[in-house]
Every structure is written in structure tokens, then in C-alpha cells.
């Protein structure tokens, strides 16, 4: 069984594919770096965080109180892990968001098929998270990723509908070969 991508003529209704195209780049690439920026930040303050926990951990530790080191570090490479993950997903956000980009702008076909696919892998990856969210995290979160997974569909099947369009357009004229060779006729009451 073959599911078949559906086709737009349109973006949002009243923008055309390439300047959808290029707004779905330039919007994409803009929100992954201002995330990516807070994710910087929000590591920057899990490692003074930690340092500090380890600092405090010193001191305890001559006064003879319980060691809580272990918990520390269990849940600091869990976060690191998880930050890790973020940059990493938000820096090919930013990668494959500057080759739609430059595809749309130069009206390249193959860096948009490039980015359809890379954003068929990002989706994957989307719908992994969701999967992941709903077991160990809040339905809220599930539902905020459900939603960006929706939108980069939304954004996928835009960028296909507009490189489709520009292959569409760039096809050369189909002539029929009938009419070369057997001219029309006229009808038969002209003869008389």
C-alpha cells in the first residue's frame, strides 16, 4: 500500500510555495537558534549548578554527613545527555533550514529534495521524542511535541509541493506526434 503526499497550490492559503518556502527557512532557522541559545544557557546553568553541588559535597563531607555525590551525578549526566540531544537536533534544524534556504532562493530542486528528506528524518526523530515524552515525561510536553511534529509535516509537504511545482514547470512541452504526421481534417460537407 502506497500513501501519496497531498499537494498545495497555495501556502497557508495566500502565500505562494516559494515565499512559503523561504519563510518556512528563514523562520525555521531563526526559532532553532533561539533555542539552541537557551539550551546553551540552560546547560551553562546546570554545570555551575553541579559545580557547586560537588563544592558543597567537599565541605559536607569533612563534617560527616550523608554523600549525596551519586544522586548529583546521576542526574547531571542525565541532563547533559539531554541537552546534548537538544543541541544536536536544533543544529541540524539550523543545517538542513540554510539548504532550503539557498534551494529556495536559487531555485535548486535537489537541495529541496535534500531538505525534505533531512526533514523526514528531523520528523522521526519528532515522533520519537513523543514517543519517549509520553512514558517518562507531563502530557503537556507530549502535546507541545505533538504539535511541532504536525507543523514540521505541514512544513515538509509545503517545501514538496514547491519543488514539484518548479519540476512541473521545467518540463519540457509534450508534443504529440498524431499531430505531425496526420494533419486534421476538414470535415467531409466541405468537400462536396
Known amino acids: 500500500m502506497v500513501f501519496k503526499l497531498p499537494t498545495f497550490k497555495k501556502c497557508m492559503c495566500c502565500l505562494s510555495l516559494k515565499t512559503g518556502s ?6 525555521s532557522a531563526i526559532f532553532s537558534t533561539f533555542v539552541l541559545s537557551l539550551i546553551s544557557v540552560s546547560l551553562y546553568k546546570v554545570i555551575t549548578f553541579v559545580d557547586h553541588q560537588r563544592n558543597e559535597t567537599v565541605t559536607d563531607t569533612e563534617t560527616q554527613t550523608e554523600n549525596p555525590t551519586d544522586k548529583v551525578n546521576e542526574v547531571a549526566i542525565s541532563l547533559y545527555l539531554t541537552h546534548a ?3 544536536v537536533v536544533f543544529a541540524y534544524n539550523i543545517i538542513i533550514s540554510i ?31 513523543v514517543v519517549v515524552s509520553t512514558v517518562f515525561l507531563h502530557f503537556f510536553v507530549t502535546l507541545s511535541l505533538l504539535k511541532w511534529s504536525v507543523t514540521i509535516l505541514y512544513c515538509l ?12 514547470a521545467r518540463k519540457p512541452p509534450v508534443i504529440e506526434m498524431e499531430t505531425l504526421y496526420n494533419p486534421p481534417r476538414l470535415p467531409s460537407h466541405l468537400y462536396a
Not at 107 to 120: C, H, I, P, Q, S
Not at 157 to 168: A, D, G, K, P
Open 85 to 87: 540531544y537538544l543541541i
Open 157 to 168: 509537504i509545503m517545501v514538496r509541493s514547491h519543488y514539484l511545482e518548479l519540476e512541473e
Open 22 to 27: 523561504l519563510l518556512i527557512g528563514y523562520v
Open 99 to 129: 539548504v532550503l534556504i539557498v534551494g529556495v532562493h536559487k531555485e535548486n530542486t535537489k537541495f529541496m529534495r535534500d531538505y525534505f528528506k533531512a526533514g523526514l528524518f528531523l520528523l522521526i526523530l519528532a515522533l520519537a521524542t
